[in-house]
């Protein structure tokens, strides 16, 4: 009898240990979810700086470069001599990026919005290609508000050598990049 006492009591201690060993494992499994529910698409972005990537925009044009620098509205992505500056919300999907996260390294994230890119854009007086949802413009960045930027672009409409400015405003809800020219 003793025996058998000693086996009910030991299939006893091996039940309690796989219930807890699958306790475990199902918490472990639940915490693994909820860091990953935390994870930003700019921490995986970050993650990828120097990678290349294939980017789809909202407009349905795709975009195959290198990252180069992330912010929290934006990305910096290089392809051949371009450069591109593509707002977060513009992306559709991203092929090629790998699991790995990366979190900000410093508070000057906040100084890095979109508008403070276009403006450093405006102030080189660099050429560039505004594209939005429904086409694109080529010009320079004249003003930058908080939520739109002014375009001027270049109209050859009065002949050859006479060429004047126009400009157009184009909301951050329409941006889908702004690139070298």
Same mark, same amino acid.
């Given at each position: 009898?003793?025996?058998?006492?000693?086996?009910?009591?030991?299939?006893?201690?091996?039940?309690?240990?796989?219930?807890?060993?699958?306790?475990?494992?199902?918490?472990?499994?639940?915490?693994?979810?909820?860091?990953?529910?935390?994870?930003?698409?700019?921490?995986?972005?970050?993650?990828?700086?120097?990678?290349?990537?294939?980017?789809?925009?909202?407009?349905?044009?795709?975009?195959?470069?290198?990252?180069?620098?992330?912010?929290?509205?934006?990305?910096?992505?290089?392809?051949?001599?371009?450069?591109?500056?593509?707002?977060?919300?513009?992306?559709?999907?991203?092929?090629?990026?790998?699991?790995?996260?990366?979190?900000?390294?410093?508070?000057?994230?906040?100084?890095?919005?979109?508008?403070?890119?276009?403006?450093?854009?405006?102030?080189?007086?660099?050429?560039?290609?505004?594209?939005?949802?429904?086409?694109?413009?080529?010009?320079?960045?004249?003003?930058?508000?908080?939520?739109?930027?002014?375009?001027?672009?270049? =109209?050859?409409?009065?002949?050859?050598?006479?060429?004047?400015?126009?400009?157009?405003?184009?909301?951050? =809800?329409?941006?889908?990049?702004?690139?070298?020219?």
């Amino acid at each position: 009898m003793r025996v058998r006492w000693d086996l009910l009591f030991a299939d006893l201690a091996a039940q309690l240990d796989a219930a807890e060993a699958a306790d475990a494992v199902q918490t472990i499994a639940e915490l693994t979810r909820a860091e990953q529910a935390t994870i930003l698409l700019t921490d995986r972005l970050r993650a990828a700086v120097g990678a290349l990537l294939d980017l789809h925009l909202v407009d349905g044009h795709g975009l195959t470069a290198e990252v180069r620098d992330v912010a929290p509205e934006w990305v910096l992505l290089a392809e051949r001599s371009r450069q591109h500056v593509v707002p977060l919300t513009a992306i559709a999907s991203i092929s090629g990026l790998t699991r790995h996260a990366v979190a900000p390294t410093s508070r000057a994230e906040a100084g890095r919005s979109l508008g403070a890119a276009l403006r450093a854009l405006m102030r080189d007086r660099a050429p560039v290609r505004v594209r939005t949802r429904s086409g694109h413009s080529d010009g320079r960045i004249a003003r930058v508000g908080r939520d739109h930027l002014d375009i001027e672009e270049l =109209s050859h409409e009065q002949g050859p050598g006479r060429a004047a400015r126009e400009g157009r405003l184009v909301p951050f =809800s329409a941006l889908v990049c702004v690139s070298e020219t």
